[in-house]
């Protein structure tokens, strides 16, 4: 298995376990792909829809790094602007306190869960989920935002 098929393969495990976000670092750090493998898979997989791509400014004060502003299209984000965050620090927007991370699109949710892999317990590997169990599994994920422990491991890896 090549470091790429395994990136792939961990990512839509993170997708069936329920994970919200990844972040290329998160990929690389428990895979075989280095950090570009990571980067080019997650975003070959946002280019064929298995992913959503979105773009965080971080503080780029050494002593917070919070998230500043979260956008869903790299043309919005504002380079060359200054923002502040929330603990009041100004951030001049540049390439490097833009971090990308991806969320699995609904197209990969179903289709994780209709290969029968879910965490569901009962359910059997090759068996299909029932629709309502999909679609019940779907809810949740969108029900809990990023406010979930997915939110915290995101943190402890950037």
């Known amino acids: 298995m090549t470091a790429t098929d395994e990136a792939r393969g961990f990512v839509?495990?993170?997708?069936?376990?329920?994970?919200?976000?990844?972040?290329?670092?998160?990929?690389?750090?428990?895979?075989?792909?280095?950090a570009a493998e990571a980067h080019a898979v997650l975003a070959a997989m946002a280019e064929n829809g298995d992913l959503d791509s979105h773009f965080e400014v971080i503080c780029n004060n050494s002593e917070c790094h919070r998230t500043v502003a979260r956008y869903e299209r790299v043309d919005d984000v504002p380079l060359g602007k200054e923002l502040e965050c929330p603990s009041g620090h100004?951030?001049?927007?540049?390439?490097?306190?833009?971090?990308?991370?991806?969320?699995?699109?609904?197209?990969?949710?179903?289709?994780?869960?209709?290969?029968?892999q879910g965490s569901g317990g009962d359910q059997k590997k090759g068996q299909t989920a029932s629709p309502k169990a999909v679609l019940s599994r779907l809810i949740s994920w969108v029900m809990r935002g990023c406010r979930t422990k997915q939110a915290m491991r995101t943190r402890k890896s950037q």
């Open 12 to 34: 839509e495990t993170l997708a069936r376990e329920g994970y919200e976000r990844v972040r290329p670092s998160y990929v690389a750090e428990h895979t075989h792909a280095d």
């Open 90 to 116: 100004r951030t001049a927007v540049t390439l490097q306190n833009v971090w990308v991370y991806y969320t699995p699109s609904r197209d990969l949710l179903l289709r994780v869960n209709r290969e029968g």
